[in-house]
């Protein structure tokens, strides 16, 4: 079945820092990919997504490939702030379900 | 534009209780989802309704039940209440069933119902 491998936590990292949380996965087809955040407290909010083989999603300065020759799509940010702490969970998409990562917990402090 | 609201936020029930959470989907999306979100299992899938039907359902026993309206509000129910219930229920909405793509059928969240059995 289909399933989603996350780096574990927590990546704790200074304000300004590089940053990259790893994720691969095992799929039948070509699936969708989505990472999203949870804020404490919070629920899920979409951070990005892609289609298909090398699509790259970004948001809010978050970025992410779609790499179909290693099955990965990292997330990456080139400079962190406090303000990102939270949860990400990397996710693909299947026939009306998304199949999650553990979540990775990602500390910044200042 | 509203997002996916959820109620209650949070509750505390004792084992042997029933609960029932609910959802209201995002205006015009007819497919509702729900996940269950623990520390040691992460976040699991449920169930999904689309147009009052059960079109897919996760690993879970079957005390675990839901349902859809016809505006598409969505309500699980949890019966005989078990201390690893305790956990946040997430609800989520789409567009349409199917297939979870990037384009429009994507998944957005409520920001959960925490239930604590005691």
């Known amino acids: 079945g289909d399933s989603v491998t996350q780096m574990e936590g927590p990546v704790t990292l200074s304000e300004e820092a590089f940053l990259t949380i790893n994720c691969t996965y095992t799929?039948?087809?070509?699936?969708?990919l989505f990472w999203y955040v949870q804020y404490p407290g919070e629920g899920l909010q979409l951070l990005l997504k892609?289609?298909?083989?090398?699509d790259k999603g970004s948001n809010k300065g978050f970025e992410a490939t779609y790499r179909k020759e290693t099955t990965s799509f990292h997330l990456e940010k080139g400079s962190v702030q406090v303000s990102d702490s939270a949860v990400y969970f990397c996710?693909?998409?299947?026939?009306?379900?998304?199949?999650f990562g553990k979540g990775t917990m990602l500390l910044v402090s200042p | 534009k509203a997002g996916v609201t959820q109620t209650p936020r949070y509750l505390i029930k004792t084992r042997g209780q029933q609960v029932t959470l609910s959802c209201s989907p995002i205006?015009?999306?007819?497919?509702v989802s729900w996940y269950q979100q623990t520390p040691g299992q992460g976040l699991q899938f449920l169930f999904e309704?689309?147009?009052?039907?059960?079109?897919n359902k996760g690993n879970f026993p079957g005390r675990f039940s839901g349902r859809q309206f016809s505006n598409s509000r969505s309500e699980m129910n949890v019966s005989t209440l078990e201390l690893g219930d305790s956990a946040l229920y997430l609800c989520?909405?789409?567009?349409?069933?199917?297939?979870?793509?990037?384009?429009?059928?994507?998944?957005?969240f409520g920001a959960g119902s925490r239930l604590t059995v005691l």
């Open positions: 989520a909405s789409s567009l349409e069933w199917g297939r979870i793509s990037s384009g429009a059928n994507v998944l957005t």
């Open positions: 799929a039948t087809g070509y699936p969708s």
């Open positions: 892609a289609t298909k083989a090398d």
């Open positions: 996710a693909l998409g299947g026939y009306s379900t998304l199949t």
């Open positions: 205006s015009g999306h007819r497919s």
């Open positions: 309704y689309f147009s009052e039907t059960q079109r």
